[in-house]
């Protein structure tokens, strides 16, 4: 494991759905003691705690609203102000508006994005990988599976696997083409700014992992 003050970056880690942004984060965080922001969980655990702002989440969600960026840059910010440690962006920005923002935040709070990574898939393997996915009911562990002997529990603990919702191929191809509306823009706000790079995303996790701790190790 690194220290942390050798390197304090602060990144934004881009990918399609099912490129493995949220393992790869897991790991970084560990490597490099990096705050792991995932707007996804921020969102649900404001929701979880019952406050008025989780309350007002819930209500703008369950009526098929996006929540505006506005909101979610406050929140954001909050958290980024709470701790002194670099952070990872998961699955933030996803719009050029919210990219501007975000540097805009940062440099309020003294802080600057440092890499912007892409893990990049082939969109055939996107589909493949996700509708293999299944989570665990009682610890939430994420597993792929083969589709001709598929588990039903999960082997380390036993609990019943499912497939969430959004992970059917209707969904995923749903999800890509939002993606390639909303999001790839935001690889050309990153382009030309000397900190974007990409990965690939169709070699083991390991690799993949060992590919983007190479990218931090060379910026410094």
Known sequence: MKDRKDFNVNIVLMGCPGAGKGTQSAKL????QLKHISTGDVLRAEIASGSELGKKISGII??????????MISMLENIVKSTDKGII???????VAQAEALDAMMKRLGREITEVIM????????VSRITSRRQCKKCGAILHVNPEAPLTKCPACGGELYTRADDTAEHVKRRLEVYHNDTLPVKNYYLNSGKYVE???NQTPEKVFEDIVNVIKKAK
């Open 89 to 95: 962006f998961d699955g933030f920005p996803r719009t």
């Open 119 to 126: 893990i990049d898939l082939p969109e055939s393997e996107v």
């Open 62 to 71: 369950e009526n098929g609203n996006l929540v505006p960026d506005e909101l």
């Open 199 to 201: 990965i690939k995303g």
């Open 29 to 32: 965080q560990d490597e490099f």
